[in-house]
């Protein structure tokens, strides 16, 4: 190592450990990045997480229709249903729906094909407990007959607040269409989430005699006899899940092809209700 | 004045008769423990909790904050902990030797002491070849890591220890060569004789009276943090890679023993720093009583070795750490000539200029300010730079 | 007769080890400090993923994906959509393909800052590890606001993705960007060109590009030997001709091409050029759906497909056979990581225990990634 390369080394050595010297002495007198969870906080840390957060589980009996569209697209079996049909009445009754939080790997793909958001995640992430028995949640005391969406406005106003909720909880999610030329339309301006929502203007009315495209697999606890008829009405209460949910208001139409797009328009909501869906059909 | 805290305390405790062998005895006893119980154990233990909060804002976070008052008593729940904690010696280990290393690395951190210079007159002992017996007696720390790594029985334990032996023994070097600038300067080994050379201003310090103590200045504070298995030279114990180095198959205590001895041994080897190059005790004369004399001679000396602690602990939590080969090269192709050349350099600076030259002093003082200055613009730099602070889902 | 007969070690560097990338065994034999060799011991983590999905089917499947490779699970989420979308001639649409890049080029940030960041911890800076752990928050933080979760996303589906972008999510995104670029500068001189983090990492076990072509090594391992060889460049999908963006390679600066301080600044440069692919791909986002109509009983025509995406780690192979029924017959998958295992035994040889631990961190091997 010839002289020249010795004192380069000294004196990149000093160079280097000075500047990191510096960037150290500069974290010293700036904020710690730290959040004191859980007892420094002002707000709790589920408040704040974002609406779309994959927490624990969460049943509104209320507004299940009991499709067992999130019993089959769980990939982990983690939710056991039970539904018979009542003959005499056509009333799908649910006798039990648990759902074992200690397996659920929170992926979503129960609450994506749920027809009125009924089962969506919450921002509960809190789940640690003494036994392993209290992480199955049983959302089913007694046997409970399954919610008929309206054909007009949900009457009954608690009922209405959850339909609310786990409709604006299904909007999140993209709805399918395809990228045909036609579909270029630029972004309608945001909606306020004002007007409440009314599923049923838009949906076609569940019948439980509805053709039944493809078969449904068989739920275990299920009673053989009933099979059929529970079959074909899970097919319908699950056939439009992938409807259109915003009711066509008078939008004007602004049909002009911009390719270059104000921050605005860019930033807009982009939500399933905000969107001109140009599959809607 | 030829005091020290031994008379000083034989006088208060035994007045008239303290002149006589058992009163002197007895006052030597109650001086070691005052200062060991008072300054030593204590510093090495809080310094744990300092280090741990100024190395927690270093990586913006916060540290411990629980236990008392900002977290003050972190250390001792930690030592509470440690002590209940159930000791276990593995069963191939060398038992004897297991457990008689702890205690040759906290006799390397405890003996020191005896000639630490608080203030003019708090000394256990002015021994005239103070700044020898230190630097000889910290070199214990060898043998007792060497013992801890063989016994353990474990493979990673023992290269552990080999790595710390290897790096202890070589470091002694630099850091004797560093010495002897100021020892020329001064012609005495003694920590008082040291010190007095020396006057409260800066620019009196030694560090600062020729280039070639600068620079043994550095060296010296690099080769102890060697010497103390710091980061940047903490091989030893690398946590990535050998978990605890050669304390890996210590618990409870004798784990702490080891670690005491290292951030106690911080302390010490910031004080040889600081009697040597940095004025030691040295404190503006204000003319008031003896007592507050040494009060202020005392929070000199506390205030400059707490700087170089906390640099040290900063360092810590800036660098990476030197692989085996590249830390010998260091010692060996850098430290040591470089060492060799402040040692000639000075004696011949001694014998151009025996006062001192006023100018030099100045101009090296003036020297360290830029230095600093431009750090402390550098600081500036990247506090602005990358200011601002993103929280996305805010609970603060 | 007068020569020290001398053993060699074996050590075992077990798979519970602080600096060992997930649960990697390695055996090492070694002559003191000097490794003679290092075999590793790999299977720790194997979870059968490749099995489960033919339990699962099609649309089952995605969240397991996230599990292959966890640190950056937007690509092997993009992997799997893409081949069953191969398999079943599916067009994504644009926005939907945007949509994806973006999540993935985040990801790639991700997981670039953990690796850096890592690096600096194995190496004995534990600063540098808490301040890329702090913008990878600042990134979860982001992706936890479009899919809901922050490590395992299942934010593709066959088809598109599961979710559009937020209100007001663009302008986060941008914000963070132009957050982090200052940010990075600052890593920079804080740890990369720091004197004793160029020792370490410069001149430790570099690959020459044969030997690197010849081991399999993908992504940044073989652009630090200096074989341009970009997935996205060479074999492109999705969208990613669109965007304007280099293929850094290795160039030696620092000591030779191909060893481990160029693979360690390869992260660093893909990690701004990730950020140059994003800002474009966020200003320039077009309209329109971003999920295609996919039935919900998935059952693609028989056959197989291969596809490859560009992960962190490298080239990523997604392999499927179909039978035409509703589960799949046969899932591969073909990670960077892997390939990697496979050179470090060779590579091991006449380096010291430190620079193991060096090499590893740099090839950025990832338990999960290799055990599946």
Redesign the interface.
């Known amino acids: 190592m010839g002289a020249a390369a010795y004192f380069q080394?000294?004196k990149?050595?000093l160079a280097?450990?000075?500047?990191?010297?510096?960037?150290?002495?500069?974290?010293?007198?700036?904020?710690?990045?730290?959040?004191?969870?859980p007892d420094r906080?002002?707000?709790?840390?589920q408040d704040?997480?974002?609406f779309?957060?994959?927490g624990i589980l969460d049943v509104d009996m209320e507004i299940c229709t009991g499709c067992l569209a999130c019993d089959r697209?769980?990939?982990?079996d983690c939710i056991a249903m039970a539904i018979e049909k009542n003959a005499q009445t056509r009333e799908i009754i649910i006798s039990q729906f648990d759902i074992d939080i200690a397996k659920c790997?929170?992926?979503?793909?129960c609450s994506?094909?749920c027809p009125t958001g009924a089962i969506h995640?919450t921002t509960e992430f809190e789940g640690a407990d003494y036994s392993l028995e209290s992480l199955i949640r049983r959302f089913i005391a007694e046997p409970v007959v399954a919610y008929k969406p309206k054909k007009g406005p949900e009457p009954d106003p608690d009922v209405a607040r959850l339909l609310e909720r786990g409709m604006t909880y299904v909007d999140?999610?993209?709805?399918?269409?395809?990228?045909k030329p036609s579909?270029?339309?630029?972004?309608a301006p945001?909606k306020p989430p004002t007007a409440p929502r009314t599923p049923a203007v838009a949906r076609a009315p569940v019948k439980p005699v509805a053709a039944a495209t493809?078969k449904a697999p068989a739920p275990e606890n299920r009673d053989a006899a009933e099979n059929a008829a529970a079959a074909a009405s899970a097919e319908g209460a699950a056939a439009p899940p992938a409807g259109e949910h915003d009711a066509p208001k008078g939008e004007p139409d602004a049909p002009k092809e911009t390719s270059v797009k104000s921050d605005d328009e860019?930033?807009?909501?982009?939500?399933?209700s905000e969107?001109k869906?140009?599959?809607s059909s | 004045m030829n005091e020290s805290l031994v008379t000083l305390i034989g006088r208060a405790m035994f007045a008239a008769d303290a002149s006589r062998e058992w009163a002197v005895a007895a006052s030597i006893a109650v001086a070691c423990v005052l200062v060991l119980f008072v300054i030593a154990v204590p510093f090495a233990s809080i310094v744990t909790w300092v280090e741990r909060r100024?190395w927690?804002?270093?990586?913006?976070?916060?540290g411990p904050?629980r236990v008392g008052p900002n977290g003050f008593l972190q250390w001792l729940a930690d030592g509470i902990k440690h002590v209940c904690k159930e000791d276990v010696i593995p069963d191939e280990a060398d038992a004897p030797l297991f457990k008689f290393a702890p205690y040759l690395v906290v006799l390397a951190f405890i003996l020191p002491w005896a000639v630490m210079p608080f203030s003019s007159e708090l000394i256990l002992a002015d021994l005239n070849i103070g700044i020898l017996y230190m630097t000889a007696i910290t070199a214990l720390t060898v043998v007792g890591v060497l013992m801890a790594g063989w016994s353990s029985n474990n493979k990673w334990s023992l290269i552990g220890g080999i790595r710390s032996a290897a790096q202890i023994i070589s470091y002694e070097i630099p850091a004797g060569l560093s010495i002897f600038p100021a020892v020329l300067m001064t012609g005495t080994l003694s920590m008082q004789g040291l010190i007095r050379a020396q006057s409260w201003e800066p620019y009196h310090w030694f560090i600062f009276a020729n280039p070639f103590c600068f620079m043994a200045a550095i060296i010296l504070f690099v080769s102890s943090l060697a010497e103390n298995n710091r980061t940047p030279f903490d091989l030893p114990e690398a946590e990535s890679e050998l978990v605890a180095g050669f304390a890996t198959e210590y618990s409870s205590m004798r784990y702490l023993f080891f670690f005491m001895a290292e951030w106690g041994n911080m302390f010490i080897a910031a004080a040889i720093i600081v009697t040597l190059y940095l004025g030691g005790w040295q404190a503006p004369g204000l003319g008031g009583s003896r007592i507050l004399m040494n009060l202020l001679q005392f929070i000199s000396f506390l205030v400059k070795v707490l700087v170089l602690v906390f640099v040290s602990m900063?360092?810590r939590?800036?660098?990476p750490r030197v692989r085996i080969d590249q830390m010998m090269s260091i010692c060996w192709k850098?430290f040591v000539p470089l060492g060799f050349i402040d040692m000639i350099g000075t004696a011949i600076w001694v014998a151009f200029f025996p006062q001192g030259s006023r100018l030099t002093e100045l101009t090296m003082f003036a020297l360290g300010i830029a230095i600093v200055a431009v750090?402390g613009w550098?600081?500036?730099?990247?506090?602005r730079r990358a200011r601002m602070?993103l929280y996305f889902?805010?609970?603060? | 007769m007068g020569t020290l007969r001398t053993e060699e070690m074996t050590l075992n560097m077990g798979p519970q080890h602080p600096s060992t990338h997930g649960v990697l065994r390695f055996v090492i034999k070694a002559d003191g400090e000097v490794m003679r060799e290092a075999i590793p011991d790999v299977g720790y983590l194997h979870r059968s993923i490749e099995k489960i999905a033919e339990k699962?089917?099609y649309?089952?499947?995605?969240?397991?994906t996230d599990r292959v490779d966890y640190v950056c699970a937007m690509f092997t989420n993009q992997g799997w959509a893409m081949a069953c979308e191969r398999l079943a001639a599916l067009?994504?649409?644009?926005?939907?393909e945007y949509c994806r890049v973006i999540a993935a080029e985040f990801n790639r940030l991700a997981s670039h800052l953990l690796t850096v960041g890592l690096m600096g911890m194995d190496i004995g800076a534990m600063?540098p590890f808490l301040?890329t752990l702090?913008e990878r928050?600042m990134i979860n933080d982001l992706i936890?606001?479009?899919?809901?979760?922050r490590l395992?996303f299942?934010y593709m589906?066959i088809?598109?993705?599961?979710?559009?972008?937020?209100?007001?999510w663009?302008?986060k995104a941008l914000a963070y960007l132009d957050h982090l670029d200052p940010i990075l500068d600052?890593f920079n001189?804080?740890?990369s060109?720091?004197?004793?983090c160029?020792q370490r990492l410069a001149n430790v076990a570099p690959i020459t590009a044969e030997e690197a072509i010849d081991y399999n090594l993908v992504g940044p391992n073989l652009r630090a030997s200096g074989v341009k060889w970009d997935v996205r460049r060479d074999m492109p999908y999705s969208v990613y001709p669109d965007f304007d963006f280099e293929i850094p390679i290795g160039s030696g600066e620092w000591g030779t091409i191909g060893d481990a301080m160029d693979r360690y600044m390869m992260r660093i440069r893909e990690m701004v050029q990730s950020s140059r692919i994003l800002r474009q791909a966020l200003?320039r986002?077009?309209?329109?759906?971003?999920?295609?109509?996919?039935v919900?009983?998935f059952k693609p025509p028989a056959g197989e497909c291969q596809v490859r995406v560009e992960s962190a780690r490298g080239d990523q192979g997604w392999y499927v056979v179909s039978d035409g029924s509703a589960y799949p017959w046969r899932v591969h998958v073909r990670t960077g990581s892997f390939a990697a295992m496979g050179m470090i035994q060779k590579l091991s040889r006449g380096l010291m225990i430190a620079d193991l631990v060096v090499l590893i961190a740099s090839l950025d091997v990832i338990a999960p990634e290799i055990d599946r």
């Open positions: 080394h000294i990149e050595a280097t450990i000075f500047d990191g010297m510096a960037v150290t002495a500069s974290h010293l007198i700036r904020k710690p990045y730290t959040i004191q969870y906080i002002p707000v709790r840390v704040t997480l974002p779309r957060y994959r697209a769980c990939p982990i790997m929170y992926c979503g793909l994506e094909p995640h999140e999610w993209a709805q399918p269409g395809t990228d579909a270029a339309k630029p972004a945001p493809t860019l930033n807009q909501g982009t939500r399933a969107r869906n140009s599959t | 100024v927690a804002r270093i990586q913006s976070r916060v904050n900063w360092i939590g800036t660098l850098y750090f550098r600081v500036a730099y990247f506090t602070e889902h805010p609970t603060i | 699962v089917g649309h089952g499947f995605m969240p397991y067009e994504v649409p644009r926005r939907g600063t301040h702090r928050e936890e606001e479009l899919c809901g979760a395992t299942n589906r088809g598109g993705v599961a979710w559009d972008l937020p209100p007001g663009r302008d600052e001189a804080l740890f060109y720091n004197k004793i160029v200003t986002m077009p309209e329109g759906p971003v999920l295609a109509k996919v919900r009983n």
